[in-house]
């Protein structure tokens, strides 16, 4: 009966991919799980399997008592007919046995033990491969789709689920239909891992690329960022380690042939291929192509906040489709992008230069025309910008020259601040 059981150890672990000393463990342990259901939890047996003869050895511990009546437990007379006249009342004795003795049951239940840390071994295994794999690539065969998603036979023994969610808009599924998909998850189950897949994350558009591009894969074009709206359009931030190489027109690929396949794989979803840069306003710039800025201008550089300057008849592109140009180079750079057209912004400028001006700062004005000024709401020079010649006559002791005077000292002071 042993060679019947130990036969199974070469054939295992050689099918299973597993490692041989761990076959044997879990023989060991899986015979003396089959004896302890005879004899009880209590009894103590020791398995050796051989690694190299395959022989098994099992022995089993005795305690010397009067009459040996227990579980466990040997009568003081047969010991010493065993064991010699020296043994002693109490003494632990270690009696061999072989696996034949327990019978054939104890052999199948052995075999069925066997094969259950196997199949968990192997689910483990598979688990932790996969759990490698996050952020790579997989594909496989739907096998079906229920309301929550599309099942995927990864292998024989792994299978992958695509949430409806995951997967891109008014993109159809079918049985039989090869899909690829990128790793974002991996969850045990009884029947092994079923790995979770995505085609709407940024990482699938980046392996595609990977895949697509020898360059990539090469280390010396770099992706840095990736923004996209799954179905729909795409921007991917792309940057040379190797000054040689243009790294737009690697992915792009000759007439577009590097993109399209990529296109393809994302079921028509547009893709702006941008080189990134380490500058923000150009970086800025790029990202909100296709449409052409005059300049960009950081607002705050720790909220990264930004005003993209646009040409008047290349807002609507830089905008785009219900927002969606500024919004995916929003995502793809993490600035705040804020779209000005150029008269916009020249009087954001104007009112930042006069907001911290205040009257007092103004030379050739009389200290009474100041003061009265302050006391009829004029404290800087925003607020006289705000007024008309007219309206500055309307005040107390103004007069045509006088206001004159005013708007010719604000202009002064303008000039000198920049």
Same mark, same amino acid.
């Given at each position: 009966?042993?060679?019947?059981?130990?036969?199974?150890?070469?054939?295992?672990?050689?099918?299973?991919?597993?490692?041989?000393?761990?076959?044997?463990?879990?023989?060991?342990?899986?015979?003396?799980?089959?004896?302890?259901?005879?004899?009880?939890?209590?009894?103590?047996?020791?398995?050796?399997?051989?690694?190299?003869?395959?022989?098994?050895?099992?022995?089993?511990?005795?305690?010397?008592?009067?009459?040996?009546?227990?579980?466990?437990?040997?009568?003081?007379?047969?010991?010493?007919?065993?064991?010699?006249?020296?043994?002693?009342?109490?003494?632990?004795?270690?009696?061999?046995?072989?696996?034949?003795?327990?019978?054939?049951?104890?052999?199948?239940?052995?075999?069925?033990?066997?094969?259950?840390?196997?199949?968990?071994?192997?689910?483990?295994?598979?688990?932790?491969?996969?759990?490698?794999?996050?952020?790579?690539?997989?594909?496989?065969?739907?096998?079906?789709?229920?309301?929550?998603?599309?099942?995927?036979?990864?292998?024989?023994?792994?299978?992958?689920?695509?949430?409806?969610?995951?997967?891109?808009?008014?993109?159809?599924?079918?049985?039989?239909?090869? #899909?690829? *998909?990128?790793? =974002? &998850? /991996?969850?045990?189950?009884?029947?092994? !891992?079923? $790995?979770? +897949?995505? %085609?709407?994350?940024?990482?699938?558009?980046?392996?595609?690329?990977?895949?697509?591009?020898?360059?990539?894969?090469?280390?010396?074009?770099?992706?840095?960022?990736?923004?996209?709206?799954?179905?729909?359009?795409?921007?991917?931030?792309?940057?040379?380690?190797?000054?040689?190489?243009?790294?737009?027109?690697?992915?792009?690929?000759?007439?577009?042939?590097?993109?399209?396949?990529?296109?393809?794989? #994302?079921? *028509?979803?547009? =893709? &702006? /291929?941008?080189?990134?840069?380490?500058? !923000?306003? $150009?970086? +800025?710039? %790029?990202?909100?192509?296709?449409?052409?800025?005059?300049?960009?201008?950081?607002?705050?550089?720790?909220?990264?906040?930004?005003?993209?300057?646009?040409?008047?008849?290349?807002?609507?592109?830089?905008?785009?489709?219900?927002?969606?140009?500024?919004?995916?180079?929003?995502?793809?750079?993490?600035?705040?992008?804020?779209?000005?057209?150029?008269?916009?912004?020249?009087?954001?400028?104007?009112?930042?230069?006069?907001?911290?001006?205040?009257?007092?700062?103004?030379?050739?004005?009389? !200290?009474? $025309?100041?003061?009265?000024?302050?006391?009829?709401?004029?404290?800087?020079?925003?607020?006289?910008?705000?007024?008309?010649?007219?309206?500055?006559?309307?005040?107390?002791?103004?007069?045509?020259?006088?206001?004159?005077?005013?708007?010719?000292?604000?202009?002064?002071?303008?000039?000198?601040?920049?």
């Amino acid at each position: 009966m042993s060679h019947e059981v130990v036969a199974l150890l070469g054939e295992i672990a050689q099918e299973r991919r597993l490692d041989k000393k761990f076959v044997i463990e879990a023989l060991e342990e899986s015979i003396l799980t089959a004896i302890k259901k005879q004899f009880g939890s209590k009894a103590e047996f020791e398995v050796k399997v051989c690694e190299a003869s395959g022989e098994i050895s099992i022995v089993q511990k005795l305690v010397v008592t009067e009459d040996g009546s227990g579980s466990g437990e040997i009568s003081l007379e047969e010991a010493k007919k065993q064991f010699g006249k020296d043994v002693k009342l109490g003494q632990k004795i270690t009696v061999p046995r072989s696996l034949e003795e327990f019978g054939r049951t104890a052999v199948m239940v052995s075999k069925q033990i066997l094969v259950q840390k196997i199949r968990e071994k192997e689910k483990e295994i598979l688990y932790q491969e996969f759990l490698k794999k996050k952020g790579e690539i997989v594909s496989g065969t739907i096998a079906r789709a229920d309301r929550f998603g599309v099942y995927v036979n990864i292998s024989n023994r792994v299978e992958g689920f695509l949430p409806y969610r995951e997967g891109i808009p008014k993109e159809k599924y079918y049985q039989g239909q090869v #899909l690829k *998909g990128v790793v =974002i &998850d /991996v969850e045990s189950t009884r029947k092994g !891992p079923r $790995v979770k +897949i995505s %085609r709407t994350h940024p990482d699938f558009l980046k392996k595609l690329f990977e895949f697509e591009v020898p360059e990539i894969l090469q280390g010396l074009v770099e992706i840095k960022a990736v923004a996209r709206e799954p179905g729909d359009r795409a921007k991917i931030a792309v940057y040379s380690v190797d000054e040689k190489i243009d790294p737009v027109g690697a992915c792009v690929g000759v007439k577009g042939s590097r993109v399209q396949a990529v296109v393809r794989e #994302l079921q *028509g979803e547009k =893709i &702006d /291929v941008v080189q990134w840069s380490p500058n !923000p306003e $150009v970086f +800025i710039a %790029r990202a909100l192509q296709p449409a052409q800025v005059s300049k960009v201008v950081i607002v705050d550089k720790e909220e990264r906040v930004a005003i993209a300057v646009i040409p008047d008849d290349q807002r609507s592109l830089a905008i785009g489709k219900e927002g969606q140009n500024v919004r995916l180079a929003a995502r793809l750079t993490r600035w705040k992008i804020d779209i000005k057209s150029l008269e916009q912004y020249q009087k954001i400028e104007r009112e930042r230069m006069t907001a911290g001006i205040s009257v007092d700062e103004l030379e050739g004005i009389t !200290p009474l $025309v100041k003061k009265t000024l302050k006391e009829h709401g004029i404290h800087t020079v925003r607020d006289i910008l705000a007024r008309t010649t007219e309206q500055l006559m309307e005040l107390p002791g103004i007069g045509a020259k006088k206001a004159d005077k005013i708007f010719k000292a604000v202009k002064n002071r303008l000039e000198q601040r920049g």
